[in-house]
């Protein structure tokens, strides 16, 4: 939709790189009614980094997203080890280093852990529905990152910088396919209903790219986007009146003025502003699903209702053509805990957390299943860092907390184009480090892009100085990923 | 074929015309020439080799920098034999396509090579570097933003339309296009236009009727003056400015704290715009004010440097911590190199710059200019007027607090020979542990004697801590402790140090504390530390300033989670909530010199002698506090047992004099409030160069200095590594400003360019590198860089020649004929029509209310609620309905990361990103936010409500409406059917209307 109209890049270097102002009006390729705005687009797709650069697999994206960092040798990364040396000293030659540089006893996993579904993928009790999709899973068991704080390591993971200022994850996709829908942004984001993760907005922002593609966080609670209706009501006979006498009004000016693209591009915005009106609030309301769809979910009972639907919501708005919707699972950090952040006693921070996405998550991608759209839609399941498989705790204490591990970390995908039920990398036999196909981010990334149809080194946008990348100057592709 | 980038290149291609033996591709390409090394060789090396063949870190040892390293060659021996390709290994690698990696020489380029060999390898000048020339790959030193200005007279075309020299370089490109220039924009156009520009505010229907009806012949000049004379003038071109330094109000990441004393820069800019003064001293105030200028507003505008974000969850890990510092250097070299050179310098914190030629050297000299450059606060020289009633109000406190002191010190007295009499030392505020180390180590209380570790000694000034390796620890508390108040009387002999505890309970795994920490969050401040920080908030108190003081601070936690802090028995800033904390018996103990741990190190070590200590079991109210304070440790007197001893009219005097004293302190704590968000000056570090960025891998040492690439002046500052840091600072701000760095000059006469025109000449204002636009007047723009330092680099003087131009003043229409051959308009045959931005928008809405406060300056307007969720601050938007929000938008606080409002929707940036450019999209949510914001709909009922107040009739509020929002009469046809939906739906929907129109939110 917004891609449709006009977005243009601030700095039209048509003395470079052959992109003109106009060429870069709009990166839309679908549904566009106006006439004069029809040879607008078609002129930018003639010409606008041929994307898709290749067939994609994936036609749009729900990421879900733990905040705090969830242990991976408690969920989906299995160390028989550390049951064996439970209570041992580490005897790694390295001392870690960590966030709280307090390197206690080792611990065993807190779950067990069973093989399930005729994958036989290891996942721990921790997660007991999303067992039951074990094979639609895509588990990656090697993931790495570059800071164990939790800002810089959240914002590596969307955006590949660990700095405020970088356009996320879900801003480079609507950047590069645009919408399918003109009713609904191309990036929505579902925060947890406890409150915004720390740093607010930023791990939503464009950075960079032009605000179209900024994630328009939906409001659990009332008008699901700000200024979608005024206030107060306003009668429908002056809304039309008023609507039909600003539309004259706009003709005027052309008529005084003369035609440019962007006054009439501001006309057909007004117009796709009013199906904004009745499509936002039609997709955001619940009621119309079945009672089994609602239970299934888990909107039934109190610790998986609110995330329950977050993930029911997801679905709608991938069916009406959301590119990217973005579920976060946490909030802030601090003390009491409300995200993944078990410094203190993993068992009761995990069990609470686990618990209020485990069913919808499962319920997600059965109903996408079932719906025939897991084809083409691939989910993405992630956190920041790891733990560590040592506590967090006095030397030679057995504490009950871990700290953040940056050096080794387990997270999944499922969908589109993957190779399901199946693992890829490891780490060492603790769960410490990966150490057989580490995957970074930027690998991630460009596996994620390359799904969607797009070559991470040719989805770029000029920013002072440089064509900027999700994947900086790094990324390869997982190829073993790939079905 | 090579795409030459350069005439000189493009001249080399066209001497060696190619003999035509390519019918077939397979063929080698034959020269018919002999070789040019400079011309045909020197280029591949450059582009294709140097990169992993020169410098420290060479490539299997192979040089390819000059013959001798050429002969002599690599690893794996001599790289070339002259006289015989086939010999040489060079050859051999090149041919077969093993170098360079990835992405093999085109058959040009090896036929260039092998003949060259063939010829004799013949090397003509001096060695090459990677530097040494643009390439198509790459800009050399010799690239066109790097060389001198040149001196350019305006080329003389005698035509109608020009008006001045601008229009003479405009004009004969126009002509060389073949492309019309457009007339002039008839008047009211061109008085909207030129007040937007200029102050970011609509004309008032006053102003555009003088100016229509002045029939003078410099009616439009007076204009101009009138507009650059306005103080609005400041605000409209210092908010372009916060945009260029990425002024932002809070600290982003993952605290994201406010900045609730950074505005002082803005105002700072907003002044120093509408005072003119001299570009070149507005950019050294900001690199470098605090030493060139600390009386005149130099230490708020070097705040300039630390406007960026800034990450304040300090991990305990060292690497960590020095990686984040090298962020923060990377934010602020880039800002200061794209701001004020329009250099990308950041991609060599990693590796030499891909394109432009700045090295790793050249980046890691820039961070040493800047290494002792930290975020922080500072307290600002006051106003004498205002140091004059300070002065006042201290003297007013000394004479009241000396009488209290009096009264009570009698009464005090009275009560210590009591106690000596009846030997009765455990009344008055009873502590359950207490030391005194100028006597010894034993706990005078009860048993929780200490122990020294590391250095620690004791000496008759008390605890002697090193802030290395010494700290005390006591035995194991006997019973479990809640409520509790630490004390301690302490010398802080290093003011600079970060983190250290003076006395901290803690479990005694070292992980749960509570502690009195010096300087941890806060340079010079004293703070509750706890685990986390969970227990910690800012008590907004002055900073420590004399390392001598012999200083009482003492901090209470009580059962509802309050906490307080004293200074030498005064409160010590504000109180604040957080949850209690319970240290279990037998597992927790105290520890003193350091905050916390069971081991020392890091910044958790105190660095100073601390005389006593003790340790409550319950909250002291202020008057004990004090009252110890007073006491110095040696004697306790209860607030009871001192009132008890006091008369009752002495008991009336005390409370009305502390009441005075509290009083006078608030007071005086209003005007002394001086501390602002700014630069502060550490000891700077000698700075090596970080190999691969990485903090791990130290690679040369470099002195502080400029960029290399700049030849024409000299980029050695003359310092020392480890010279001082102001000397770094004011060397890096003279060689910036320096009249003859070409870049210096060209840039922001093309920033100034393109906010008149909405794109600069150099279409990328914080790029002049190879990655940017190339000017398409250069000469334009270097006659514009030497008139601005011809007038006292008067900005002014730039914008009036600027907007007084017939350029600048051309009509907006279309014209398809031009269009066709400059679609852009980067020529100038028109003026681009713009979109009002958010903060010109929200402007207009409430000039045309009548509603604008025009200030200017102050603290500022907030249009969200701060508050703070498990140690992160949030900012939700509010409504916006108070007078004193209706300010112009550049004074509205602006933290990173804030929930969406409609200036976000209308493309303001995130003040986390340098923005040398804003976007201009269209957007439903922009539709959507005109229509139904809060704001928008208040402004309209307000700009009904006085039309009305001001004309009767519907026509006449049509016509006046029309004048605001337009800037001009409105037609017959408008005011027709504008009536009827007055009257039937009212003079406010028809406001909204207005609003969301087209003829509003764009300048023509």
């Given amino acids: 939709m917004f891609d449709n109209i006009k977005s243009t890049q601030p700095a039209s270097r048509n003395d470079l790189a052959g992109c003109s102002r106009r060429e870069l009006l709009s990166f839309g390729t679908f549904g566009l009614t106006g006439a004069a705005l029809s040879s607008l687009v078609s002129a930018s797709q003639k010409s606008h980094r041929n994307i898709p650069h290749f067939v994609p697999k994936a036609k749009r994206v729900v990421h879900i997203c733990l905040m705090g960092g969830m242990s991976h040798i408690d969920s989906f990364d299995y160390k028989p080890e550390l049951a064996k040396l439970h209570g041992k000293e580490l005897q790694y030659e390295e001392r870690p280093a960590t966030f709280f540089n307090r390197i206690g006893l080792i611990r065993k996993n807190d779950w067990g852990f069973k093989q399930h579904g005729e994958s036989g993928l290891w996942v721990s009790d921790l997660f007991p529905n999303l067992a039951t999709v074990a094979d639609d899973l895509t588990v990656i068991n090697s993931m790495v990152a570059d800071s164990a704080n939790h800002t810089p390591a959240t914002f590596q993971q969307n955006t590949g910088f660990q700095l405020n200022g970088f356009p996320v994850m879900g801003s480079w996709i609507s950047y590069g396919l645009g919408s399918e829908t003109e009713d609904l942004p191309a990036y929505v984001v579902l925060p947890d209903a406890r409150g915004y993760p720390a740093g607010g907005t930023i791990n939503w922002s464009n950075g960079f790219l032009p605000s179209v593609h900024q994630g328009v966080a939906f409001n659990s609670q009332g008008t699901p986007i700000p200024d979608l209706f005024p206030p107060d009501a306003i009668a429908a006979e002056t809304e039309a009146s008023s609507r039909k006498l600003l539309a004259e009004m706009n003709q005027n000016d052309l008529a005084r003025y003369g035609t440019e693209d962007t006054l009439l591009a501001r006309i057909r915005s007004h117009e796709l502003a009013a199906q904004m009106q009745l499509t936002v609030p039609e997709v955001t309301n619940l009621e119309n699903e079945t009672k089994a769809t609602r239970r299934m979910y888990g909107l039934d009972k109190e610790p998986t209702a609110e995330f329950g639907k977050n993930c029911l919501l997801s679905r709608r708005l991938l069916e009406k053509g959301v590119r990217f919707v973005q579920i976060i699972s946490g909030g802030s950090f601090g003390s009491p805990r409300i995200n993944w952040d078990g410094h203190e006693d993993m068992v009761q921070n995990h069990n609470r957390e686990a618990e209020r996405i485990d069913q919808p998550v499962a319920a997600l991608i059965k109903d996408l299943k079932q719906r025939s759209m897991l084809e083409d839609t691939l989910i993405l399941f992630t956190t920041e860092f790891g733990r560590t498989p040592y506590t967090q705790a006095g030397d030679g204490e057995l504490g009950a907390g871990r700290d953040h591990n940056m050096y080794g970390f387990s997270l999944f995908m499922a969908g589109a184009g993957l190779k399901s039920g199946t693992n890829y990398g490891e780490t060492d036999e603790l769960g410490w480090k990966s150490v057989k196909d580490q995957v970074h981010w930027y690998d991630f990334h460009a596996t994620v892009l390359h799904l969607l149809g797009m070559d991470h080194e040719k989805l770029t946008f000029y920013h002072n100085g440089i064509e900027r990348r999700l994947t900086n100057v790094h990324g390869n592709v997982i190829k073993e990923l790939l079905a | ?1004």
């Fill in chain 2, 1 to 1004: 074929m090579m795409t030459p980038r350069n005439p000189a290149t493009a001249r080399s291609v066209l001497l060696n015309q190619l003999v035509a033996l390519l019918a077939i591709c397979q063929l080698t390409p034959v020269y018919a020439e002999p070789i040019k090394f400079q011309e045909q060789i020197a280029p591949i090396l450059v582009s294709r080799c140097l990169q992993c063949h020169q410098g420290s870190d060479l490539q299997g040892g192979l040089n390819l920098t000059d013959l001798s390293s050429l002969m002599q060659g690599g690893d794996s021996g001599a790289a070339i034999v002259a006289g015989s390709a086939t010999k040489s290994l060079l050859w051999e690698r090149v041919r077969s396509d093993e170098m360079p990696p990835d992405n093999p020489l085109t058959n040009h380029e090896k036929a260039a090579i092998e003949q060259w060999i063939e010829e004799g390898a013949v090397w003509e000048g001096s060695p090459i570097d990677l530097f040494s020339i643009t390439t198509d790959q790459r800009a050399g030193r010799d690239w066109w933003s790097l060389q001198p200005l040149q001196k350019v007279e305006p080329p003389s075309f005698d035509s109608g339309w020009t008006r001045n020299s601008i229009d003479q370089f405009i004009y004969q490109n126009l002509l060389a296009k073949q492309i019309e220039p457009s007339t002039e924009a008839d008047r009211r156009t061109l008085i909207r236009r030129l007040t937007y520009d200029l102050i970011g505010l609509p004309p008032t229907p006053r102003e555009v009727e003088i100016f229509t009806q002045d029939t003078s012949d410099n009616a439009y000049e007076k204009l101009v003056d009138r507009l650059l004379n306005s103080p609005h003038y400041g605000e409209r071109w210092g908010r372009h400015w916060l945009d260029v330094v990425h002024f932002g109000e809070s600290n982003g990441f993952e605290y994201n704290q406010p900045r609730n004393n950074a505005w002082p820069y803005r105002n700072w800019v907003i002044n120093s715009l509408n005072d003119d003064m001299p570009y070149d001293e507005f950019v050294r105030q900001q690199i470098a004010g605090d030493i060139l200028a600390p009386d005149s507003g130099g230490t708020i505008a070097v705040a300039c440097l630390v406007t960026g974000p800034h990450n304040t969850t300090k991990p305990s890990n060292d690497t960590m911590r020095k990686t984040m510092r090298q962020d923060e250097m990377e934010d602020m070299v880039g800002m200061v190199n794209q701001a004020f050179l329009g250099m990308t310098t950041n991609c060599a914190r990693c590796h030499d710059h891909k394109f432009d030629p700045i090295s790793s050297s050249d980046y890691y000299s820039m961070v040493s200019a800047l290494a002792g450059v930290e975020f922080g606060e500072r307290d600002i020289p006051l106003d004498p007027n205002t140091v004059q009633k300070a002065k006042q109000l201290k003297a007013q406190i000394n004479e009241l607090t000396l009488t209290l002191n009096t009264l009570e010190q009698e009464a005090r007295d009275a009560v210590v020979r009591q106690q000596v009499e009846e030997a009765n030392p455990n009344s008055g505020p009873q502590p359950i542990a207490a030391w005194n180390f100028q006597a010894d180590l034993s706990d005078q209380i009860g048993e929780l004697d200490v122990t020294l570790f590391g250095t620690a000694k004791r000496d008759t000034q008390g605890l002697v801590l090193d802030g290395m390796t010494a700290f005390a620890r006591t035995e194991r508390l006997t019973q479990p402790l809640s409520e509790k108040t630490l004390e301690a009387w302490v010398r802080v002999e290093d003011l600079n140090q970060q983190g250290g505890g003076v006395i901290s309970v803690q479990s005694s795994d070292g992980v749960v504390f509570d502690a009195i920490v010096f300087a941890e969050r806060e340079p010079k401040r004293w703070m509750a530390g706890s685990n986390g920080f969970s227990r910690y908030e800012s008590f907004a108190a002055s900073n420590e300033t004399d390392p001598k003081n012999l200083i009482h601070i003492a901090i209470t936690y009580a059962a509802d989670g309050k906490i307080s802090g004293y200074r030498n028995g005064f409160p010590y800033g504000n109180s604040y909530t957080k949850n209690l904390v319970t240290f279990a018996a037998e597992s927790s103990e105290v520890v003193l010199g350091l905050r916390h741990g069971v081991e020392a190190g890091g910044n958790r070590m105190f660095r100073g002698t601390i005389a006593q200590a003790r340790l409550y079991d319950r909250v002291l109210s202020a008057e004990e506090v004090a009252a110890s304070a007073q006491s110095n440790g040696i004697h306790v007197v209860t607030e009871a047992e001192l009132v008890a001893q006091l008369t009752p009219r002495k008991r009336d005097k005390r409370v009305q004099l502390i009441q005075q004293i509290k009083q006078t302190h608030e007071m005086l704590k209003g005007i002394e409030n001086n501390s602002v968000w700014t630069a502060l000056s550490i000891p700077a570090a000698t700075v090596n160069v970080l190999v691969r960025g990485n903090v791990l891998r130290e690679g040369d040492v470099v002195s502080p200095r400029g960029l290399s690439a700049i030849q024409i002046i000299e980029s050695d500052f003359g310092l020392k590594p480890d010279a001082a840091e102001q000397d770094r600072r004011l060397q890096l701000a003279r060689w910036i400003t320096d009249p003859n760095n070409p870049l210096f000059s060209r840039v922001i006469v093309n920033r100034i360019w393109h906010y008149h025109f909405g794109i600069g000449m150099v279409s990328t204002p914080n790029d002049f590198g190879f990655n940017g636009g190339k000017p398409t007047h250069p000469l334009l723009l270097d006659w514009l860089a030497s008139e601005l330092q011809e007038n006292q680099w008067s900005l002014k003087h730039l914008h009036r020649l600027i907007v007084t131009s017939a350029t600048y003043r051309q009509a907006s229409k279309m014209n398809s004929k031009a269009a066709a051959i400059d679609s852009e308009n980067r020529y100038l045959w028109r003026k681009t029509p713009t979109r009002l931005e958010g903060e010109a928008l929200r402007d207009s809405l409430l000039a045309i209310a009548g509603k604008l406060d025009p200030r200017i300056g102050g603290k500022g307007y907030r249009d969200m609620k701060e508050y703070k969720y498990k140690g992160s601050h949030f900012y939700d938007p509010i409504p916006q309905n108070q007078p004193e929000q209706f300010r112009r938008t550049i004074y509205r606080f602006s933290p990173r990361g804030a929930k969406r409002t409609m200036l976000d929707t209308f493309d303001c940036p995130d003040p986390s990103t340098l923005t040398p450019q804003r976007a201009e999209t269209t957007t439903p949510l922009q539709s959507l936010a005109l229509m139904n914001n809060e704001f928008v709909l208040e402004m309209a009922q307000a700009t009904a409500k006085d039309l009305e107040t001001h004309q009767t009739s519907p026509k006449d509020q049509v016509r006046e409406l029309i004048r605001r929002a337009y800037s001009r009469e409105a037609e017959q046809q408008e005011i027709e059917r504008a009536v009827p939906f007055i009257q039937k739906h009212g003079l406010s929907a028809y406001c909204r209307v207005v609003f969301n129109s087209n003829e509003l939110l764009y300048v023509r």
